[in-house]
Nanobody, 124 residues
Framework: QVQLVESGGGLVQAGGSLRLSCVASGRTFSSYAMGWFRQAPGKEREFVAALTLSGRLTYYADSVKGRFTISRDNGKNTLYLQMNTLKPEDTAVYYC?????????????????WGQGTQVTVSS
């Protein structure tokens, strides 16, 4: 079991930045690939970014590529999502998730553990 707790969400103006954090407890954090997903009202939960357990390989949705950066600190059991140049369409609840390394990193069904989410609201 891995317990995940997100933080860092909030209200920001368009063009601003936020950094989300996800702290893991339980089984060894460094044993899991990690991802960020988001869900806007009335929409399905969608992939945002992911990285391998070493952090050397990263994956991004086209909509955030060049603006968001995913990273991890295995010594602190923490996953990050740096979000720059935020847009109103980035408004959503953001979730971190953990899965076994390898395979497809984009499919939410392959992630075994989820946090409770943190709200990000971008005003225009």
């Amino acid at each position: 079991q891995v317990q995940l707790v997100e933080s860092g969400g909030g209200l920001v103006q368009a063009g601003g930045s936020l950094r989300l954090s996800c702290v893991a407890s339980g089984r060894t954090f460094s044993s899991y690939a990690m991802g960020w997903f988001r869900q806007a009202p009335g929409k399905e939960r969608e992939f945002v970014a992911a990285l391998t357990l070493s952090g050397r390989l990263t994956y991004y949705a086209d909509s955030v590529k060049g603006r968001f950066t995913i990273s991890r600190d295995n010594g602190k059991n923490t996953l990050y999502l740096q979000m720059n140049t935020l847009k109103p369409e980035d408004t959503a609840v953001y979730y971190c998730a953990a899965k076994r390394d390898g395979g497809d990193y984009y499919l939410r069904g392959l992630y075994n553990y989820w946090g409770q989410g943190t709200q990000v609201t971008v005003s225009s």
